[in-house]
């Protein structure tokens, strides 16, 4: 039997989770946040700091990015899932380690399960490592893959636009094909 029979049970076991040492330093976990009917999940990296202060994911500089994207794409933010490889924010904002995301990764792969989303869009390299093994996102972005029966969609990470604004179409051009796959 799954350890979790809804979203709701996961959100709960991830609000007060110690399973790694991340839950030391966090001000609250980050549980996936959205439509339980979503045709669409993004995976994020971990929380940042405005994430780890409300405990909801994508609410600072990266979501407002993930935002724009999202209804340049006309898709409501509403009507999608979004969480993260790991729930809780990383001191100083560091990549989570190996451990910390695979002490994390069955919360993501019971938010795939429960919601079965069309198709589940990897933002940037951690994440894309963490789900599928892969690499080098730029290269490999918008390529979809099918993984133990769920289709993916990797994307460049939003946050990667506040350091190169060249990937703003880059990320905007991918949202518009991932709504146009899901019929958004
Ligand atoms: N970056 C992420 O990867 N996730 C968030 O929730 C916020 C910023």
Known sequence: MPEFADIGQIRKSVTGCTRCDLCKTRT????GKGSENAKIIFVGEAPGRSEDARGEPFVGPAGRILDEALSSAGI?????????????RPPSNRVPTVQERAACSDYLQAEI???APEIVCIMGNTAYASILGGTNITRNRGKVTVHDGVKYFPTV???AVIYNGALRDVLGDDIKTLAGMVGA
């Open 113 to 115: 399960r429960i919601i």
């Open 28 to 31: 609250n976990a980050v549980p």
């Open 76 to 88: 409501s933010r509403d009507s999608v899932y979004i969480t993260n490889t790991t729930k809780c």
């Open 157 to 159: 990470h939003p946050a």
